[in-house]
Nanobody
């Protein structure tokens, strides 16, 4: 089994920073793309940022210049550094990863349980 466990969420004021972490554990042979999504109350889940195993990154327009995604391949961990936070960034942030359990398996997509980020005025 594979688990993704997020941490680092919390309540901050507008303009402050937070760093989210997501550690993958279990039967892992390799991880391809790792990503962060977010879902605000009553809204759909949106991609925030993703990073390939080689370090190529993609960002949603609404976080460009403020958020930075990075990963530690040896630790099977992905990070999201969030700066200049705004009230509209308030959401549950979910980690997502494509994981292969062995050299003979296909990649399977996994989700974490989510971590709440609340940004006050």
């Amino acid at each position: 089994q594979v688990q993704l466990v997020e941490s680092g969420g919390g309540l901050v004021q507008a303009g402050w920073s937070l760093r989210l972490s997501c550690a993958a554990s279990g039967s892992i042979f390799s991880i391809n793309v790792m990503a962060w999504y977010r879902q605000a109350p009553g809204k759909q889940r949106d991609l925030v940022a993703k990073i390939s195993s080689g370090g190529r990154t993609t960002y949603a327009d609404f976080v460009k210049g403020r958020f930075t995604i990075s990963r530690d391949n040896a630790a099977n961990t992905v990070y999201l550094q969030m700066n200049s936070l705004r009230p509209e960034d308030t959401a549950v942030y979910y980690c997502n990863a494509d994981v292969r359990k062995s050299a003979h398996d296909y990649y399977t997509n996994y989700w974490g349980q989510g971590t709440l980020v609340t940004v006050s005025e």
